[in-house]
T-cell receptor, first 113, second 116 residues
Framework: AQSVTQLGSHVSVSEGALVLLRCNYS??????LFWYVQYPNQGLQLLLK??????LVKGINGFEAEFKKSETSFHLTKPSAHMSDAAEYFC???????????FGSGTRLSIRP | DTAVSQTPKYLVTQMGNDKSIKCEQN?????MYWYKQDSKKFLKIMFS???????INETVPNRFSPKSPDKAHLNLHINSLELGDSAVYFC???????????????FGPGTRLTVL
């Protein structure tokens, strides 16, 4: 069975500071991993995804995430936060052999001026 | 140009009514999904259709009935609406390709359902 745990339902950082959103997964088969972002009153938008190959994945808006199999983690980072990054972020996992995506509970990112 | 569209965007109705939400995708994908997002932002899959066939059916009351007239459409009909059905419902689509199975899902803007 697959599951996703996002540590911290709310993260607040200052503009220009490092953003770190944590995600740990559990999967009995090689996982595909995703980060989605949801801006207020909008649908989810794919930020980045890991399937196979390079474990450091770069996404849109300057975000990146690193797949660490030994730690079963897929943390999302951005070197310098911008006010426009304020949103809800969802980590998700799917085993490569299935169509079902399991989402984490989400982390709300707030940016302080 | 909208990839995944849903109508209506907002739906306010009384308990006991029957309502439908429509979803259309123009991405040429073969798989479509319905998700429910509750007030705490938790996203849970409800149904998935691949080439008009139901492939995922989570534990959802049978008052919810999805219908896929073709690959580009997946509608959600809800009978006898209850207060607990109030949520945001998202439609999504993806392509379950064989060569590179990535299952990236593209989401619609959501339908906010409020049951009074």
């Amino acid at each position: 069975a697959q599951s996703v745990t996002q540590l911290g339902s709310h993260v607040s950082v200052s503009e220009g500071a490092l953003v770190l959103l944590r995600c740990n997964y559990s999967s009995s088969v090689p996982p595909y991993l995703f980060w989605y972002v949801q801006y207020p009153n909008q649908g989810l938008q794919l930020l980045l995804k890991y399937t196979t190959g390079a474990t450091l994945v770069k996404g849109i808006n300057g975000f990146e995430a690193e797949f660490k199999k030994s730690e079963t983690s897929f943390h999302l980072t951005k070197p310098s936060a911008h006010m426009s990054d304020a949103a809800e972020y969802f980590c998700a996992v799917t085993p490569w052999s299935a169509s079902k995506i399991i989402f984490g509970s989400g982390t709300r990112l707030s940016i302080r001026p | 140009d909208t990839a995944v569209s849903q109508t209506p965007k907002y739906l306010v109705t009384q308990m006991g009514n029957d309502k439908s939400i429509k979803c259309e995708q123009n991405l040429g994908h073969d798989t479509m999904y319905w998700y429910k997002q509750d007030s705490k932002k938790f996203l849970k899959i409800m149904f998935s259709y691949n080439n008009k066939e139901l492939i995922i059916n989570e534990t959802v009351p049978n008052r919810f009935s999805p219908k896929s007239p073709d690959k580009a459409h997946l509608n959600l009909h809800i009978n006898s609406l209850e207060l607990g059905d109030s949520a945001v419902y998202f439609c999504a689509s993806s392509q379950l390709g064989l060569a590179e199975f990535t299952d990236t899902q593209y989401f619609g803007p959501g339908t906010r359902l409020t049951v009074l």
